[in-house]
């Protein structure tokens, strides 16, 4: 079966960093692209961020770009968000997601449990 488990969440100040990683199993991880997805406290899910399946393509939203930066290695069905200068408004839950082709025109079938950030001022 189709399990996405995201690590890497945790306390940061405002300006540092994390990597969260979403390990993939019970599908054919290259053949997908996949998507960072977030929730803050009492809000409703934002889409963060695509990949391709071979990870030539990706995908920002515009609170994120320029600070984090998606991609993936296919030899270890992992999938990465590397987000940098972060700022209280990124606290939220982060969750990957699997697409269900491998560009971005069909949507997520398969959601991790997430992993929480929280970036303290």
């Known amino acids: 079966q189709v399990q996405l488990v995201e690590s890497g969440g945790g306390l940061v100040q405002t300006g540092g960093s994390l990597r969260l990683s979403c390990a993939a199993s019970g599908f054919t991880f290259r053949s997908y692209a996949m998507s960072w997805v977030r929730q803050a406290p009492g809000q409703g899910l934002e889409w963060v961020s695509d990949?391709?399946?071979?990870?030539?393509?990706?995908y920002y939203a515009d609170s994120v770009k320029g600070r984090f930066i998606i991609y993936r290695d296919n030899a270890k069905n992992t999938l990465y968000l590397e987000m940098n200068s972060l700022k209280p408004e990124d606290t939220a839950v982060y969750y990957c997601?699997?697409?269900?082709?491998?560009?971005?025109?069909?949507?997520?079938?398969?959601w991790g449990k997430g992993t929480l950030v929280i970036v303290s001022s």
């Open positions: 990949i391709t399946n071979g990870g030539v393509s990706t």
């Open positions: 997601a699997k697409r269900v082709v491998s560009g971005r025109a069909g949507g997520m079938d398969y």
